[in-house]
């Protein structure tokens, strides 16, 4: 009663539940695992010729720009009146645009919420706005915030002005602009006035499915980009997102495409190792002045079992908070007004490890100290994430951080592309750009890409400069909807699932002199199309080829053999 699903597969389910019941759903034998509402913000705040993907725009040889590839982009919307996403007769590029922002006119197939306009809608409106009219009228939907649009410049813009030529200018675009997270939901987590735009992990996952189920119907392969993160969950693949994206990442021609954030030096994660049963650790948080509330979540190994102490910036100690599975405990602390609760989750249910979700409500500024206790150590290993740095106040930070395992989620997914960002003007690390390897110890990144002062498309027309993780995962994106084109589209590689995409990419990326790879920070490399190319065929991928061999009265060998047609 008083609930309603939708159904992504045969495994996973977005279930709208009236609120404080969500627990009433584990009373079903068939729902297995429940998660909490996830945040996430956008990761950001040319490298396409660093990346050699230009030069396969006009090849005689090799020519690709995109064609018969869609461009999924989750992302706050696109503006459709920009000429770069028109062909040069003014009709539009974008095939979809899923807007779930506006009232429901007209949901998509198997959606309840926001309005699909199609490119027919979009070039009534194009045309109206020629004739003087007003095309909002039409398509309803505009781009506030401008960043969907910066990033679909990268990926896909037409070059009308060759500055602003994408890596696919002939891609075509299927577009969801994310609806934000209601207040009430955000406060649900302890986030309040945040200064960025903040989005529900539910709203990603259906945006996600929308462009699936697109790229089914027209039968075009597809990229899916996705340029945004979050700190919460596990850091190891085990959210839902994560395997969601994961199973969809089974299909043949589906690529989806992620940065790996900006919490490289945001001092967001910290992490340790408890030697034996019966040490401690202590873990500082340093809590800003103004910070209102503030939650995060430690992770301990399995098969450990850890307890918190807490300390606060007066000095009141509360020693050792007794682990007990999923009761929330609520310690009040009389010097700071300060309430903190902690939650035990022994094991979490995706991972098998410890969790421990703490909450500070009504957080005193100074420095909090949380000592850590192993009641029964085998591995001994913690980490600790703090929300995104644009969520907290300045001067919220661990004081002991660590920049490694600071990719955000999904980033940290089995199969996605996930992609790094450095300055391709002097290949440079850029200290922000997000860390693996997963807390797991699978290699993230699995490239890196330019994503410094790189110049796209603005909303109303005309140029703007713009850095950051999404960048970086932009001319990622594009770069892998070439290869989708040159593998499937052309009929290179029929079979090219996102597990070889990687492979391809992690073989072809540029290398550092002196850096051992892969590392932390660039994964296996720099973006290279050009090497991708050149190395997209190993000798154990050749034909097989029958040989004989004939020895002559001289002993000497001769061998015949027929190698491949495109060698």
């Known amino acids: 009663p008083n609930a309603c699903a939708f159904i992504l597969d045969e495994n996973y389910a977005i279930v709208s539940i009236e609120k404080g019941k969500a ?10 695992y429940v998660q909490e509402p996830i945040i996430y913000t956008l990761g950001s705040i040319s490298p396409l010729e660093t990346a050699n993907i230009d030069k396969f725009h006009d090849n005689p040889y090799l020519n690709l720009t995109g064609n018969g590839v869609i461009a999924g982009l989750v992302d706050t919307g696109i503006d459709y009146m920009n000429s770069e996403f028109m062909y040069e007769d003014d009709t539009t590029k974008i095939l979809r645009l899923w807007d779930q922002t506006v009232k429901s006119q007209k949901s998509p197939a198997d959606f309840n919420f926001g309005t699909e306009y199609n490119s027919e809608e979009i070039n009534s409106a194009i045309k109206l706005e020629k004739s003087g009219g007003d095309p909002y009228t039409i398509v309803n939907s505009k781009d506030e915030i401008g960043h969907g649009t910066e990033m679909a410049g990268i990926i896909a813009g037409r070059g ?28 649900d987590l302890g986030i309040f006035d945040p200064a960025v735009p903040v989005y529900l992990n539910t709203d990603v996952v259906l945006a996600i499915k929308y462009l699936f189920n697109i790229s089914r119907q027209l039968n075009k392969p597809i990229v899916i980009y996705v340029p945004l993160g979050t700190n919460s969950g596990g850091h190891d693949g085990s959210t839902i997102i994560e395997r969601y994206i994961d199973d969809l990442s089974e299909i043949r021609g589906l690529d989806v495409v992620t940065g790996t954030g900006n919490e490289g030096d945001a001092d967001i994660h910290t992490s340790g190792k408890i030697e034996k049963t019966g040490d401690t650790k202590i873990l500082e948080l340093k809590v800003d002045e103004m910070e209102r509330d503030i939650t995060f979540s430690i992770w301990i190994n399995k098969p450990d079992k850890v307890s918190v102490g807490i300390t606060s910036p007066s000095g009141e100690v509360i020693d050792r908070i007794p682990a007990k599975l999923r009761q929330t405990q609520e310690v009040k602390f009389v010097f700071e007004g300060s309430s903190v609760s902690v939650v035990y989750y022994l094991p979490e249910e995706a991972t098998g490890d410890e969790q421990i979700k703490i909450r500070i409500k009504n957080a005193k500024g100074g420095i909090w100290q949380f000592k850590l206790t192993g009641d029964y150590i085998v591995d001994g290993t913690y980490n600790a994430w703090l929300p995104q740095r644009a969520l907290l106040k300045e001067n919220t930070r661990f004081l002991n951080p660590s920049q ?28 922000s750009s997000g860390r693996g390897y997963t807390r797991d110890g699978r290699i993230k990144p699995v490239i890196a890409a330019g994503g410094f002062n ?44 996102s597990n070889k995409i990687n492979a391809y990419l992690a073989r072809g990326a540029a290398k550092r002199a002196g850096d051992t790879y892969p590392n932390q920070q660039w994964g296996y490399g720099m973006l290279d199309l050009n090497n991708i190319f050149v190395n997209m065929r190993s000798c154990e991928e050749m034909d097989i080829v029958p040989v004989k061999i004939e020895k ?11 190698m491949p047609d495109y060698y």
């Open 23 to 32: 627990d009433e759903l584990k009373k079903y034998k068939e729902i297995v």
């Open 160 to 187: 009308k002005n060759s500055q602003l030529k994408g890596a696919a200018p002939n891609a075509e675009i299927a577009a969801v602009k994310l609806k934000q997270a209601p207040k009430s939901s955000l406060e």
């Open 404 to 431: 490694y395992i600071t990719l955000t989620t999904p980033s940290t997914a089995r199969k996605i592309t996930a992609s790094a960002e450095y300055n391709q003007d002097n290949n440079t690390v850029i200290s």
């Open 454 to 497: 790189v110049i796209t498309t603005a909303v109303g027309g005309g140029v703007t400069t713009v850095s950051g993780s999404s960048t970086g995962a932009a001319v990622t994106a594009g770069a892998v909807i070439l290869m989708m084109e040159w593998g499937i589209v052309q009929g290179n590689d029929p079979t090219l699932y």
């Open 552 to 562: 002559s009265r001289k002993k000497k060998s001769s061998i015949f053999i027929r």
